[in-house]
């Protein structure tokens, strides 16, 4: 980005990422849920920044991402949207959230309007493509998810797996990515699937496949921002940690611990003072304050009410 101005910074949109698979350039897209990290995550050029539901359990501790609500993802969406400044930031349905046409269109068009989301993703295949239809109809852009799909964990056998690896199932995830994209979608994440699927679903379709888990067959690439940092206990096999942050910020906490309870920190450099002459004053220790009180002094009025 060479603009110099921040008047001359531009928000990505969907015709951008268009332009940048029409030309063969692989797309990155990190998910973030807070202000500084899609504030950084912004500095580094990554294109697409993902709001993922994900946040219920990296994030806020849950058990599984079906608990997150649609108000948890505005908040953490609005954040993430204050702090990137030129990525497309792309916000995720949370579970029930468009389950029909109608609530999708409702509660769509309060990440764009609420929440300065400029995209949403939703998941499921054939299931979902009316739903996807009536959103970009409405002129809502939206990002796909079929594969492993969380927010289906329990129909899919709860365990997380990869998908796709018979007959069946890959003629059925083929005809959820041709219906995603039939119905309007401008992208579709392929979760946890053969890398060979993932290359021939890519080959067919008209629009990009951001892959996690699908091999290098895909145009682009999705992690989670705790999975790339290391920050958590817990690194699946498709992830790649590029820093192992976890340890870090823990031996960090340790030794400003030690410190405190040391007596080391604040030091002289955290630390501010005053004039000594300002403080004795505050206090009453001044040359005047010591006059005045010698002028007061004296024996005990005799009818003083003891």
């Known amino acids: ?15 951008d990422v268009a332009m940048m698979h029409a030309e063969g350039r692989r797309i990155a897209m990190l998910t973030a849920y807070d202000f500084p990290t899609a504030q950084i995550i912004d ?7 993902l709001v ?12 599984s991402t079906v608990r997150v609500t649609m108000e948890e993802m505005l908040h953490h969406t609005r954040a993430v949207a204050r702090g990137a400044r030129r990525a497309l930031v792309i916000g995720d349905l949370p579970f029930l959230s ?3 046409s109608a609530a999708a269109i409702e509660n769509a068009g309060r990440f764009l309007r609420d929440a300065g989301a400029g995209a949403v993703k939703v998941e499921g295949g054939v299931r979902t493509a ?7 109809s409405a002129g809502i852009p939206v990002m796909g998810h079929i594969g492993w799909t969380p927010q289906s964990e329990g129909s899919l056998g709860g365990k997380v797996k990869v998908q796709g690896r018979t007959r069946d199932q890959a003629r059925s995830l083929l005809a959820d990515a041709h219906a995603i994209a039939q119905a309007g979608a401008f992208a579709i994440v392929l979760e946890l699937m053969p890398e060979q699927l993932a290359a021939a679903i890519t080959a067919r379709l008209p629009i ?6 699908a091999g290098t067959g895909c145009s ?3 992690q989670v921002i705790t999975d790339l940092l290391g920050m958590g206990d817990f690194i699946p096999r498709h992830a790649r940690p590029y820093a192992r942050l976890r340890g870090t910020i823990r031996d960090a906490a340790m030794a400003y611990a030690a410190d405190v309870a040391a007596g080391t920190f604040p030091g002289p450099e955290q630390s501010s003072r005053m004039e000594d002459g ?11 304050d010591r006059a005045e009180a010698g002028m007061s002094s004296g024996p005990i009025p005799l009818d003083r009410d003891l």
């Open 43 to 49: 500095e580094a050029g990554v294109p697409l920044i």
């Open 278 to 288: 300002v403080l004795d004053a505050v206090l009453g220790r001044s040359r005047e």
């Open 208 to 213: 990009p496949t951001i892959g996690i888990g």
């Open 220 to 222: 682009g690439q999705v």
């Open 98 to 100: 468009y389950s029909t």
């Open 52 to 63: 993922g539901d994900s946040l219920g359990q990296v994030a806020l501790g849950y058990d």
């Open 1 to 15: 980005m060479s603009a110099t101005g921040s008047d001359a910074i531009r928000r990505l949109t969907i015709s």
């Open 130 to 136: 009316r739903v996807v239809e009536a959103m970009t």
